[in-house]
Structure formats: structure tokens, C-alpha cells
Nanobody, 116 residues
Framework: QVQLVESGGGLVQPGGSLLLSCETSRDIFSTSTMGWFRQGPGETRDLVALISIYAGGINYANSVRGRFTISRDNAKNTINLQMTKLKRDDTGVYYC?????????WGQGTQVTVSS
């Protein structure tokens, strides 16, 4: 079974930072575009950031550009999302995503809550 294992979610105050990580297998990691989506309360699941196989192409949602950074760690088969200057609107469940050719895979999701 393909697994995307997320970690790093939690409760943080506005203006704070969190690092999310998503680890998968080498076979998936080395052949997939990967990224992060989030779903806020009462909202749809929307793209946060996307990174290509060789990290040459990166997309960010307008709402996070300049505050979040997505990256690949090839040694650990892991993608990271460094989130800074967090806002209350960043609250939601963050899902790791892998686009493996004609297949799509999702992590279980990790909760991020931004609140004072």
C-alpha cells in the first residue's frame, strides 16, 4: 500500500511557525510530483503548494506565497512545508499529496490550528 505519512501539525499562535513533513517510499517519491493541500472549516480542499520531481517547478497558493516554503529532502524521501507568519485563516487539515503518473495519493491529514 502506498503511504504518505504526515507529521508536524499542532496548535500555534498567530505569527508563529510550524514545519510539516510528509514521508513516503522511494518509488513514489522519485517518480511523483508532490505537494500539500488544506481544508479549512466549512471549506473545500485547496492547493497550498506543489513541487515537481526534480524541484524545478514550484507552485504556491496566493494566500501563502512569501510565507510558506515547500522543499524536497531526497535522502529521506520526504517533502517539507515550512510555514511562517501563520494566520488564523491558515487553520485547517493539511493533506500530503502525490501525483504518480495516472494515480493520485493522499495522506491522512494533519491538523494545524492557528489561535491565540
Amino acid at each position: 500500500q502506498v503511504q504518505l505519512v504526515e507529521s508536524g501539525g499542532g496548535l500555534v499562535q498567530p505569527g508563529g511557525s510550524l514545519l510539516l513533513s510528509c514521508e513516503t517510499s522511494r518509488d513514489i517519491f522519485s517518480t511523483s510530483t508532490m505537494g500539500w493541500f488544506r481544508q479549512g472549516p466549512g471549506e473545500t480542499r485547496d492547493l497550498v503548494a506543489l513541487i515537481s520531481i526534480y524541484a524545478g517547478g514550484i507552485n504556491y497558493a496566493n494566500s501563502v506565497r512569501g510565507r510558506f516554503t515547500i522543499s524536497r529532502d531526497n535522502a529521506k524521501n520526504t517533502i517539507n512545508l515550512q510555514m511562517t507568519k501563520l494566520k488564523r485563516d491558515d487553520t485547517g487539515v493539511y493533506y500530503c499529496y502525490a501525483d504518480h503518473g495516472n494515480q493520485r495519493y493522499w495522506g491522512q491529514g494533519t491538523q494545524v490550528t492557528v489561535s491565540s
